[in-house]
């Protein structure tokens, strides 16, 4: 009937009402799904394509990682929702660095991995990044510089750079940290001698390099947890 209200209003304040009174406890995931396509799908029931994400991507981590193009790919996404979905895992990733600038502690994979993971993992093209960290080994703020975006396979790096870095924040250890976008995160000759490099760099103005970790689609490799470092 005209006038009437559509069915999925009512579901779509039942999911925001129940995230209000205890967060995502109790969802599941196509709800948590369903819960972030109301933000940028105003007028559509998302239950269907909050489904159509999970069966094609596999989980929420998934869908998050995957490219917009990718998203676009799924019945009832639209570039309004791919952007929003990628809006939401850069804030996320922001929200993580911002609060490891003001109080985390780096010194763990625990606490690393995860970091990292977030900021790499799922670019298509390797980067190589910087975490400079101060002499309690947390993170300085404005401490993670993006030193070299590189092709599909591979980023170069100036080990030069990188203890300039440090000097200008005066930092006292670095975490070096770069992705492999397909396949292991086992580093490669290239990854062992770079990592060298820049230990031979680091070591004359005073700074240690803490951790060299490669970020791949589902791990992570530490050179300080395999006794590289």
């Known amino acids: 009937m005209q006038g009437e209200t559509p069915h999925f209003h009512g579901h779509r304040e039942r999911l925001r009402e129940r995230f209000r009174k205890s967060g995502l406890d109790g969802f599941a995931e196509h709800e948590i799904v369903e819960l972030l396509l109301t933000l940028a799908i105003p007028r559509c029931d998302v239950k269907v394509p909050a489904k159509a994400l999970l069966a094609r991507f596999g989980s929420l981590r998934g869908i998050l990682d995957a490219q917009m193009a990718e998203l676009e790919r799924v019945a009832g996404i639209g570039p309004v929702a791919s952007t929003s979905l990628k809006v939401i895992r850069a804030s996320a990733g922001l929200y993580l660095q911002q609060s490891a600038e003001t109080r985390q502690d780096l010194s763990t994979l625990e606490a690393l991995a995860p970091f990292c993971r977030l900021r790499?993992?799922?670019?298509?093209?390797?980067?190589?990044?910087?975490?400079?960290?101060?002499?309690?080994?947390?993170?300085?703020?404005?401490?993670?510089?993006?030193?070299?975006?590189?092709?599909?396979?591979?980023?170069?790096?100036?080990?030069?750079?990188?203890?300039?870095?440090?000097?200008?924040?005066?930092?006292?250890a670095v975490v070096l940290a770069h992705n492999h976008t397909v396949g292991s995160a086992q580093p490669s000759e290239h990854d062992r001698l770079v990592t060298r490099a820049v230990v031979l760099a680091c070591e004359a103005i005073q700074v240690e390099v803490y951790d060299h970790l490669i970020v791949a689609p589902d791990e992570v490799f530490s050179f300080r947890e395999e006794g590289l470092l």
């Open 120 to 172: 790499l993992g799922a670019l298509g093209h390797e980067v190589f990044e910087v975490c400079y960290l101060d002499g309690e080994h947390r993170l300085l703020r404005d401490g993670v510089e993006t030193l070299q975006v590189g092709t599909p396979d591979r980023a170069v790096v100036y080990p030069r750079r990188v203890a300039e870095g440090a000097l200008r924040r005066e930092a006292v």
